[in-house]
């Protein structure tokens, strides 16, 4: 296929093996972490979206970790929504997610 080489190559989850030499591997942690805030703004899942940013590698699991902003909300839907934020976000003030289902009257 054509687009082969164009296509990072990486398969279930496993890292280039010569990422150093990638221009975002020299960027500096403040303004990955900056990115990556950028990216939960438009994500409406934002724990499920920062908890997959961790997983990209090391070096960003480590930005994710020690960046408390990126833990700032709280999602009700799941405990993982809950309970990482809080320990995570550190200081921060924090957004919470509540979702409240009704149900209708039986009678």
């Not at 994500?43 to 940013?53: D, R």
């Amino acid at each position: 296929m054509a687009l082969h080489h164009s296509i990072p190559e990486h398969v279930g989850g496993s890292l280039l093996t010569d990422n150093h030499s990638h221009p975002i591997a020299h960027m500096p942690p403040e303004i990955l972490a900056l990115i990556f805030w950028e990216m939960l703004q438009v994500s409406e899942n934002k724990i499920h979206k920062v908890l997959a940013i961790s997983k990209g590698c090391q070096r960003w699991r480590n930005i994710t970790l020690a960046t408390p902003m990126l833990w700032e909300w709280i999602d009700t839907r799941n405990v993982d929504g809950i309970k990482t934020p809080l320990i995570r976000a550190g200081n921060r003030p924090l957004s919470i997610v509540l979702v409240v289902l009704l149900r209708a009257n039986s009678h």
